[in-house]
């Protein structure tokens, strides 16, 4: 009995940490603020829905209009609530608390593009 509980308490041990480490560098360039960083997890297309305004942007004009947010929103801290599967994709929610004392909810969408997990999607309320 005691054998089967440290092998579950290890599994679960291991399958939060997997599921962290999955994201990590997606909510480290959030945490940094980095348009540059999140960029590079974007999808060719990218739908970003911010504060109610939903629009579909190449890689690059994604960028932008991330950095334009991060700019006016600096970020303090960011951290995952959430994280989910869906069919062939996944998810993640967070809250992003800025400088300004702002807090922001960002839900992620993320789908497999050859063997990488990229970035569809992005939303952001207040």
């Known amino acids: 009995m005691r054998t089967r509980l440290i092998l579950f308490l290890s599994l679960v041990s291991f399958l ?6 999955k994201f990590k560098t997606i ?9 540059t960083e999140l960029a590079t997890h974007f999808n060719a297309q990218v739908e970003i829905i911010l504060l109610g305004s939903d ?9 932008m209009v991330m950095k334009d947010f991060f700019k006016k ?3 303090s801290s960011f951290s995952v609530l959430h994280e989910g599967n ?5 998810f993640f929610i967070g809250t992003l608390k800025t400088n ?6 960002m839900t992620f969408l993320l789908k497999e593009s050859g063997s990488k997990l990229l970035i569809h999607q992005i939303r952001i309320q207040q």
């Open 55 to 63: 629009e579909v942007y190449t890689k690059s004009q994604g960028q």
């Open 73 to 75: 929103n600096v970020p």
């Open 86 to 90: 869906r069919e062939s994709s996944q």
């Open 100 to 105: 300004e004392g702002k807090t922001f909810r």
């Open 27 to 35: 909510v480290d360039a959030v945490n940094q603020g980095s348009a």
């Open 16 to 21: 939060t940490v997997n599921g962290q480490d």
